[in-house]
């Protein structure tokens, strides 16, 4: 049987696995008063992209609008074929609204959200409780009728990105009221 040889291993490979604790020493005995202020200028050059740039408000309007959007599209244009009643069209329509808003829409936004929960404030119901999958759906329907009836004031045909925008419209408006009301009525600040 052949002796197996000691191979020599190089020096970068061998620094490359060893332990700079220098940082963590000077860390873990930093004191209070050691410590530098970091203003958000700087903190705002480490961040991991160019989307933790874009503001919040912007990109919770932006994904309520595009599942509204994406419902419209594949639950109105989708199914017009196959559902000949428009009566049946915004029911099954109203209640997609309302099972996309509860599994889709405000998870994506709790999942984005840190834990400052910035997101929280742009959802009608965010406990996430079961009860809030029927609210949600009752919702739905609500803002749906708002915009048919503007869609029908204004002599409109569907369309998803108008659609979207037009819900989200409704929608940032009655959180908005919602907000507004527990406020004045409540004294109590929402987040």
């Known amino acids: 049987m052949p002796k197996k040889k000691n191979k020599e291993i190089p020096k970068a490979e061998k620094d490359y696995y060893k332990l700079n604790t220098d ?13 530098r202020v970091v203003s958000d200028e700087e903190l705002n050059q480490y961040k991991s992209s160019k989307l933790a740039l874009i503001p919040v408000w912007v990109k919770a309007v932006f994904i309520k609008f595009w599942f509204a959007g994406a419902v419209c599209f ?10 000949p009643s428009w009566l049946d069209q915004v029911f099954v329509f109203g209640i997609g609204l309302g099972i996309v808003t509860d599994l889709l829409t405000n998870n ?23 009860y809030t999958f029927f609210a949600n ?3 739905a329907f609500l803002l749906l009728l708002l915009v048919i009836g503007l869609y029908n004031l204004l002599h409109m045909n ?26 004045k009525v409540f004294h109590k600040q929402v987040s």
């Open 23 to 35: 940082a963590v020493d000077r860390l873990a005995k930093a004191s209070e008063g050691e410590v």
């Open 74 to 83: 594949f639950f109105y244009w989708g199914l017009s074929m196959y559902l």
């Open 108 to 130: 994506v936004l709790k999942f984005i959200s840190s834990d400052d929960k910035e997101y929280y404030p742009y959802m009608m119901f965010r406990s996430g409780k079961y």
């Open 137 to 139: 759906i009752v919702y």
């Open 158 to 183: 569907v369309e998803p990105i108008i659609f979207g925008i037009i819900y989200t419209a409704f929608d940032i408006l009655f959180i908005k009221a919602r907000d507004y009301i527990v406020e």
